[in-house]
């Protein structure tokens, strides 16, 4: 049963993005510093150097899209809403709630999201990463890190992943639903989900995140009930080595030479707008759409502080204090990163 004498902070986890165009290149440093994204040999010696030397030149490459999209992320923004409506959500509950944001690459950091929590004087936490699907790249690095810097005597309790959650489903259907609507004959349109790619050797290290992105599109598929043709695809590819494939960029060239023109991209591992979504989907691949010919292009917008999205987060924190046990870390087994070129996200 609820305690709702007790005073509960819920931490919500995102990589964060760069607030400022200043602040692409430090942002892009610490992704590439992060030990759970790149390991190797003695990685401990050159991974800062690594690191620099990578996002020295990463930062060029991304620049234009942050220039699309205004020169900095929202995702902290929209982060910040979703903790403002979830504390809403859940004092409707009759809970004496605090909710916080922790960006993994930047502002606000773990370790500021802790020193505010601590001024809060919470009784229990609930860890809540807003990763719908589970990878050691996101939800994993996320709660290693709040290993590293959490020292408060409080009972901790975790959301590992939430793809199958109905209410979940239903958030992302309406959106999907919003998006076809914007077609003449919304039937026509083929549905193309994009998600996050993540090297093949995440995967063949036994992370869960491919098949829970399949299973995601799946469900939705069946809760939606469209009978449009879809197919997923991954993007944001970093370095020369294997990712999950197909591209988004290769998905458009396939469609194109069978003649479909026209495509509703739904980004499906993703839970708030950002450069992934409005640069990258919405603005990069509009423009390739349109040279290869399709006459219609749009793109699902992220759930951010969708009500459904919000109810669904307020039901996963109560059920998370409801387990009779704690689920207060992902160990994430000693197993090695991915190498250097690897690296599973470019920034939010």
Known sequence: MLNRTRRLGVVLFQLGGPDTPAAIEPFLYNLFCDPDIIDFPFARIGRKALAKLISTTRARKVQHHYESIGGASPIRRFTELQAQALEAELTAHGLDARCFVAMRYWHPFTNEAIEELRHAQCDEVVLLPLYPQYSSTTTGSSLNEWQRHFRLDLPVHTVDCFYRHPIYLDAMAEKIDDALQRFAVPGNAEIVFSAHGVPISVIANGDPYQAQIE????????????LNHHRLCY????????????????????????????????????????????GEINHEARVEAQRLGF??????????????????????????LDET????????????????????AAGH
């Open 325 to 344: 046990y704690s689920r207060s870390t992902i160990q994430v087994n000693g197993r090695q990163g991915a190498a250097p070129e690897l690296v599973a």
């Open 215 to 226: 299973e995601t599109v799946h469900l939705l598929m069946k809760r939606g009930g469209w």
């Open 295 to 320: 006459t219609q292009f749009e793109m699902s917008a992220g759930l951010n502080d969708s009500p459904k999205f919000i109810s669904a987060l307020g039901q996963l924190v109560i059920q998370a």
């Open 235 to 278: 993007q944001s590819k970093v370095g020369a080595s294997k990712w999950l494939q197909p591209s988004l960029h290769q998905t458009l060239r396939d469609l194109a030479v069978i003649k479909v023109r026209e495509v509703c991209v739904v980004p499906v591992a993703f839970v708030s707008d950002h450069v992934e979504t409005l």
